[in-house]
């Protein structure tokens, strides 16, 4: 079983940052497609940004006013998300994830196969 694993979540005031790291396995990480996903308790999976390893392809929600960056890197088998002038509506639990081999779409989430437990992010004032 695939097993991503989330770091980097924490407490962060209004307007500041923080940088949010996926694990993904070796065996899975090569031209694959890497999605960052929020969830607050009550509402639907969000997504926020994916990338395709095996040529650096990005997408990030529109909604998010280009505040986060997803990057990789291949050495680390690692997926980032920088997140920048963090608001309170940003808090939320963030997952990564993997896709299920049938294309790169940001909001398809369904497509998204293989998921890590989540990191918690939370933005006060």
């Known amino acids: 079983q695939v097993k991503l694993v989330e770091s980097g979540g924490g407490s962060v005031q209004v307007g500041g940052s923080l940088k949010l790291a996926c694990a993904v396995p070796?065996?899975?990480?090569?031209?694959?497609?890497v999605g960052w996903f929020r969830q607050v308790p009550g509402k639907e999976r969000e997504a926020v940004a994916a990338l395709f390893t095996g040529k650096g392809n990005k997408w990030h929600a529109d909604s998010l006013e280009d505040r986060f960056t997803i990057s990789q890197d291949d050495a680390q088998n690692a997926v980032y998300l920088l997140m920048g002038r963090l608001k309170p509506e940003d808090t939320a639990t963030y997952f990564c994830a993997t896709a299920d081999g049938r294309g790169c779409v940001l909001n398809r989430i369904s497509g998204y196969i293989d998921w890590g437990h989540g990191t918690r992010v939370t933005v006060s004032s």
């Open positions: 070796p065996s899975t990480y090569r031209d694959n497609c």
